[in-house]
């Protein structure tokens, strides 16, 4: 009971907890509005009973609504929170830690009293699911695991990250009749814009660099098509659409590169992500954010982290990311980088100006291309802005933006001759791999095509976003092309490994264990898999694993960790 001392129930008019709450400091509780209003949804009186079920040894007391606390439940569910102000100080307080993290691929949990009694107080275990809820405040979250569900008496309950044992929101509604698993919480960032009070307390790194929320309340217009500060900038406009596009939630993993002029291809950034962050949201012109386009509004907190990497070191930026998501990056030493690629592969990220950075190199090398490299097979999302191209070998997506039309002509004719040049390349490989390896993708034949699209660009046969496709079409050819090249390359190369393997292997045998029948029926078996064709990798393995551990046993050798088959 000890662990969270934190945690307070809200008491009703017969005495049972009818719903739960958060302690803020010696004075203050956080809990929903709901819990505590009438259906009328007017504010309550002030006296309102709460037990201090964090601290039993702390009498009840008794609390109003703070100045300026009560957030009643609209029409839509939007607001439903309540500040209140405990009559007497609690001695001895601890309140509860607010984290304002990455809600993505957490493991969460939270106490509530569908008992009406603390002694009957559960413990449901829960993950994030996604933005949900009016304009998209809340977070849904579903059950993780056996054990109880989420149910009435949990309303205004501190949700728990279980990883760093924080407070990333407040459960605000289960459901009981579309799905009876399913609930939701008001994430601490939601919370924070409608309680200034509460703002001050939470901790954790913001989802938006001041750079770009500066940038956005200045060039919103331009980059969304409208609002009364003036005209849109077309190249900007196609260009955020793209952004859009990128970053918008869905299964496949994307890596892309937007690359200009920093005011330009910074304002288009600003604007998608500046519009995705429910903090930085409120803070733009309002009337220039009702006349942005729906395709440009990405749902609330589908980017994790934007960031400016200006000046930043790879350990600087690599901490960044850390404290968004919510894990130790130790002491910010390139030591720490492979555990935050590897915990941060899934998620939405923004970094712009890496080629700005004070370790720009590092960066590439230590950092982003690894989770560039990650990223596409965990769904995560990693959109790079620079002012010339970044991680060519694992972008799938390059579109360019304050460039001018010639320049970037040029750029699209060097991309199709590399693509030529890439998959004449795979062809090759592949009439050398293909018969010899079982399995193996066929490369792709788009350079002609897109040669055509080129010419009749440069011809000026098409506008402004003809060229946008086309940047990303061909772009995305190449990533694929490099991709087979790649995987061709890889088999031909495992096969051959596998055959050194066996060989090494076999000359261990000596004596006895040279005429073994069961040994040499294991390695003519790996030795077939292995030099007729096609070959299949996952089968040759497996001979080949087979034939090294009869080997082994034979010598008296014990199993290592690694045995040195796999490559």
């Known amino acids: ?154 309303s205004g ?123 930085s949201r409120r803070r733009l012109p309002a009337e220039e954010v009702a006349v942005v386009p729906p395709e440009l509004m990405l749902p609330l907190r589908s980017v994790d982290l934007a960031l400016d990497a200006t000046g930043r070191t790879t350990a600087e930026v690599a901490r960044k990311i850390a404290e968004r998501i919510g894990i130790d990056a130790g002491a910010g030493d390139r030591e720490s980088v492979p555990g935050v690629v590897a915990a941060a592969a899934s998620m939405s990220l923004v970094i712009d100006s890496a080629d700005e950075a004070a370790t720009p190199d590092s960066l590439a090398h230590d950092l982003l291309g690894p989770l560039a490299e990650r990223a596409p097979g965990r769904g995560g999302r990693l959109v790079l802005g620079s002012g010339g191209e970044l991680l060519p070998e694992h972008t799938g997506e390059v579109v360019c933006v304050g460039v001018s039309t010639r320049r970037r002509l040029v750029r699209l004719h060097a991309v199709v001759a590399e693509l030529d040049a890439v998959e004449r390349r795979a062809w090759r490989c592949y009439a050398r791999v293909g018969p010899r390896i079982a399995g193996v993708p066929e490369p792709p034949s788009r350079s002609a095509e897109l040669r055509v699209l080129e010419l009749t660009l440069r011809a000026g046969g098409l506008d402004e976003g003809a060229l946008v496709n086309a940047e990303r079409d061909v772009s995305a050819a190449l990533h694929d092309a490099r991709k087979v090249l790649k995987e061709l390359e890889a ?42 064709g096609p070959c299949d990798l996952a089968v040759a393995q497996d001979a080949v694993d087979a034939y090294v551990e009869a080997l082994r046993r034979g010598l008296g050798i014990a199993r290592p960790d690694e045995t040195g088959a796999r490559p």
């Open 1 to 154: 009971m000890g662990d969270y001392p934190w945690r307070v129930g809200i008491v009703g008019h017969s005495g049972a907890l009818v719903g739960a709450g958060v302690l803020l400091s010696d004075r203050y509780v956080l809990t929903c509005a709901h819990v505590l209003a009438g259906d009328d949804e007017e504010e309550p009186g002030p006296e309102i009973g709460i037990e201090f079920v964090g601290m039993p040894h702390c009498p009840p007391g008794l609390a109003g609504v703070a100045e300026d606390g009560w957030i009643p439940r609209r029409g839509d569910e939007s607001g439903d929170l309540a500040l209140l102000e405990l009559k007497d100080v609690v001695p001895g307080a601890r309140p509860a830690p607010l984290l304002d993290i990455a809600l993505r691929d957490r493991d969460l949990k939270v106490q509530g009293y569908p008992g009406g009694s603390s002694f009957t107080a559960v413990w449901a275990r829960l993950c994030p699911a996604g933005p949900s809820g009016p304009h998209d405040e809340w977070v849904q979250v579903d059950p993780r695991g056996a054990g109880p569900r989420v149910r009435r008496g949990f």
């Open 157 to 279: 309950a501190g949700v728990v990250d279980e990883r760093t044992g924080q407070v990333v929101g407040v459960l605000v509604a289960a459901s009981s009749r579309t799905d009876p698993d399913c609930a939701w919480l008001i994430p601490v960032d939601t919370i924070a814009g409608y309680l200034a009070p509460v703002a001050r307390l939470v901790a954790g790194e913001a989802a938006t660099d001041p750079v770009f929320l500066i940038s956005a309340q200045s060039r919103l217009a331009e980059v969304s098509g409208g609002g009364r500060r003036g005209g849109a900038n077309e190249g900007m406009v196609r260009a955020s659409h793209v952004v859009a596009d990128w970053l918008r939630p869905a299964e496949r993993g994307v890596v892309a590169n937007l690359v200009g002029p920093k005011a330009e291809r910074v304002g288009v950034l600003a604007a998608i992500v500046a519009l995705a962050d429910p903090v």
């Open 491 to 532: 088999s031909l190369a495992r096969r051959d490994e596998l055959r050194r393997v066996l060989e090494a292997n076999k000359a261990r045998a000596a004596g006895e264990l040279a005429e073994d029948p069961g040994l040499a029926r294991l390695y003519d078996r790996a030795r077939r898999e292995l030099w007729r």
